[in-house]
Each structure stands twice: as C-alpha cells, then as structure tokens.
C-alpha cells in the first residue's frame, strides 16, 4: 500500500493544495477532492481511469469542490468504468447538485454509485470504517484497511474518543492539526495528536496535514522533533 500527499494545505493557503490523499493499492482511493486537488492528481497521474473512489469527509469546500472539474475531465479523457463515491448520508444529493452548477449541461457517460458510510462498508476487499469528529460541520474520519495495512485520515476536526479508538492499532494515521495550542474548538491542534500517540495501542506512524499557514513552519519543526511526520506535495509513504 502507497500513500501520496497530493496536497497537505488548510483551505486559505497560498504555498499548499488542498489537503487530499491518494491511497494506493489494488483499490486506489482519493481522500477528499478539494479545488485544488484535480491539478495536484493531474500532475501526479493523468489516467482517467486510475482511481476507482472519491472519499470526501465532509461538505467544506476545500475537501469537495474539486469534485466537478475532476469527474468532467475524466469523462473529456475517455473513461469508462464505475467511479464510486463515498461519504455521509445525502451524499447523492450533494455531489450531484454541486455537479449541476458547476458543469449542469454536461452528461458524463460513466457510472458513478454513491455509498453511505456511516456505519462501514466492504468495497472489493478494502475495509472503510468511520467516525465523527468535533467539527463545525458534520465530517466523518475514516479508516481504511485492506492486506494487512490500515490507513487513517481525519479531515478535520477535534479528535473525539470514538476516532482515537478507529485510529488504534493502524500502521499510519493522517491527522489535522491545525495549531500548535487550542485556538478553534473545532479543529485539531498538536495537544491532541499528543494524545493520539499516547493512546495505549496507537498509530504506528502520525502524519500532520492541514496546519494553519500562519504556524506551519514553526509546528512543523515542533512536531519532527517528536517524531511526527510533516509531509510535502507529493511526499509518499510505503506501508
């Protein structure tokens, strides 16, 4: 399993896209679409049949509005299989209302199916399990696992107990921090990843995505001296 950074930035950065994730294996899975997202996959992999889902965590625009030019392209390149996207309830609704203002008069000829997480799914072999964050929407945090490795990523939002207890046991968990000290109640801050690692059976690995631009050069030096990792665009990750 390979996991690529294609973007690590809170929503109003100007050196970082949007946070989103490509989970690499025999299923490939796109963890948030973002409005920058769709340039970041184009750079890294252009195949417009190359991912098989689209994960979004929850309706902020910096984790979803991607969705529009990345499903047009995909139909504009020739692609011919089954897109599955995946989230919280209404998530039908949502994508395809937002599809109809962004490209209402364009058919894509592709099918796309919709899945409702809320409480688990099993997609090909892959194991995606959810929980809630404390955000100022409803975002669900996810754990994927499939041949032995796990992968988490939070989306945004204050660690609740239920994520803290996804999270254990998984080889990498990719975590919002978006201060270094508790600044918004509804995001995550590096006291709470603390946390995270001090769970009695956490993650094996901690990566920070997500950090508000003001602080990133300065939680990123704080949190690699304690052993987290702070990626780049394009950072990847072999578990």
């Known amino acids: ?7 690590v930035g809170e929503a109003f ?53 991607g969705i529009p030019p990345l499903l047009v392209r995909m139909w504009e390149d020739g692609r ?8 919280q309830r209404n ?19 592709y099918e796309l199916e919709f899945i409702e997480v809320d409480e688990g799914v099993e997609l090909d072999g892959i194991s995606i399990r959810a929980a809630r964050t404390e955000h100022s929407l409803y975002n669900l945090a996810v754990r994927i696992d499939f041949d032995g490795k796990s992968v988490c990523y939070s989306g945004d939002g ?10 254990k046991r998984s080889n990498l968990a990719i975590c919002e921090c978006y201060s270094i000290k508790p600044f918004v109640r509804t995001h995550s801050c590096f006291d709470d990843i603390m946390s995270l690692a001090d769970e009695e059976d956490g993650p094996e690995l ?21 052993g987290f990792i702070v990626p780049k665009q394009f950072d990847a990750i072999d578990l």
């Open 80 to 87: 011919r299989r089954k897109l599955r996207i995946i989230g």
């Open 91 to 109: 998530i039908e609704e949502k994508v395809r209302s937002l599809m109809e203002m962004g490209y209402g008069n364009i058919g894509i000829n």
């Open 1 to 7: 399993m390979r996991v690529v950074f294609l973007g």
């Open 206 to 226: 901690i990566a920070l995505v997500h950090i508000n631009r003001r602080e990133r050069d300065m939680l990123k030096k704080i949190a690699e001296e304690k």
């Open 158 to 167: 204050k660690l609740t107990d239920d994520v803290k207890k996804l999270f």
């Open 13 to 65: 950065d100007k050196r970082e896209a949007s946070t989103s994730i490509l989970v690499e294996s025999d299923f490939k899975i796109l963890l948030d679409c973002g409005y920058s997202t769709p340039q970041s996959l184009w750079n890294y992999k252009e195949d417009p049949d190359f991912i098989d889902a689209i994960y979004i965590s929850h309706f902020h625009a910096d984790h979803w509005f």
